[in-house]
């Protein structure tokens, strides 16, 4: 069975300092990750997504996420974040190339990323 | 894409009640898929449902407590019956775009509180 574990609930940080969110999963089979951020009272929104190739992966707003097959990690990292970037974010994970379109994810408990002028 | 309007977008409820929530798409979809995220859980999902057919349920979640409607390709309900205070939950629903599409797109959520 599949799982996720985001390692930090709650990270705060200033302004314009580098973030890394950190994400674990399990899996005996391939798979395909992603991130989704939820900004307050919206619904959420595709960050970024491993499928194959290149294991460095650049997503919308800056973010980029390293798939490490070795570690069975998929962190999230942004040199410089805003007050804007306060937010929830979730990694999840799935078994199929299709998963993240047809309900077969399985998400992490999300870290909600605070950022302080 | 997808835009997906979900109403509400939060309530207050009391126990033994029940809620209905729709979720409207922009554009026809096969699958429109129902997820629950509990205070400081991760999102789990309830239920497949396709336009035509029974909605399939997820290990733990039955018809009688969550019944769902797909009555069209662009429009769905989820009613959480007879409320307790277990299932404060957000709700979200979501929709798969179409095919080739390796990602889902989700409403803003519905932030349910029972007391």
């Known amino acids: 069975a599949q799982s996720v574990t985001q390692l930090d609930s709650q990270v705060p940080v200033f302004e314009e300092a580098p973030v890394e969110l950190r994400c674990n999963y399990s899996?005996?089979?391939?798979?395909?990750l992603f991130w989704y951020v939820q900004y307050p009272n919206q619904g959420l929104q595709l960050l970024l997504k491993?499928?194959?190739?290149?294991?460095l992966v650049k997503g919308i707003n800056g973010f980029e996420a390293e798939f490490n097959k070795s570690q069975t990690s998929f962190h999230l990292r942004k040199p410089s974040v805003h007050i804007s970037d306060t937010a929830e974010y979730f990694c999840?994970?799935?078994?199929?190339?299709?998963?993240?379109?047809?309900?077969?994810?399985?998400f992490g408990k999300g870290t909600k990323l605070s950022v302080k002028p | 894409s997808a835009v997906i309007s979900q109403k509400p977008s939060r309530d207050i409820c009391q126990r033994g009640t029940s809620l209905t929530i729709q979720c409207q798409v922009d554009?026809?979809?096969?699958?429109m898929f129902w997820y629950r995220q509990q205070p400081g859980q991760s999102l789990t999902l309830i239920a497949t449902?396709?336009?035509?057919?029974?909605?399939?349920?997820e290990s733990g979640f039955v018809i009688d407590k969550f019944p769902i409607s797909r009555p069209n390709l662009t429009f769905s309900t989820l009613t959480v019956s007879n409320m307790s205070p277990e299932d404060s939950s957000i709700y979200l629903c979501?929709?798969?775009?179409?095919?080739?599409?390796?990602?889902?797109?989700f409403g803003q959520g519905t932030r349910l509180t029972v007391v």
């Open positions: 979501s929709v798969e775009p179409g095919l080739g599409f390796t990602e889902a797109f």
């Open positions: 899996s005996s089979v391939s798979v395909y």
């Open positions: 491993y499928l194959s190739g290149s294991t």
């Open positions: 999840a994970v799935s078994d199929s190339i299709y998963g993240g379109s047809q309900g077969n994810l399985i």
């Open positions: 554009s026809q979809v096969t699958m």
């Open positions: 449902a396709n336009q035509g057919s029974e909605a399939t349920y």
